[in-house]
């Protein structure tokens, strides 16, 4: 059996150091706007994270008290900081419980005996909304859902918060 000795000519070895260089080139050009593209999704997003309320546990009392933080939020390329608010408060078993003030029928900010009509109930002033202290919607009153419950967690004897949540998923 003979071996066929392949010469490779001067042209095609240039043509193929050429379309080598060629291409190493043209894949340096790609992958930085490539990765800029991307660049968001590889990041680790915060959206996930428990954020501290600079609230003690042992000063959470059975009245709900509106608790104001800020979270530092990543949209793609744009950071800012976020205003969070929720209405915290020991429940009669010692739990503690976090709730958006965010209404339930269209959005606006609910408030602890909001009315003086409504006495120990979350009230909200655009159409009478009214919630009881537990966050379930008051029947016949334009909510139609319990306000959302915010993931939370005890870390030495401090609050934290995270996503706000439907009752019963967070
Ligand atoms: S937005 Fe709250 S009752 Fe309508």
Redesign the pocket.
Known sequence: MSEKKQQVSRRQFLNYTLTGVGGFMAAGLLVSPLRMAIDPVLKESSAGDLANVSLAVEDITTEPTRVDWKIDQIDGWYESQVNKSAWVFKDENDEIQAFSPV?K????V?SWEGSEDYPNEFY?P????RYYKDGTNVPG???LAPLDVFEKEVRDGMLFLGEAKPKGEA
């Open positions: 209404c029928h269209l959005g606006c609910v909200c655009c159409h009478d909304g009153t334009p909510p």
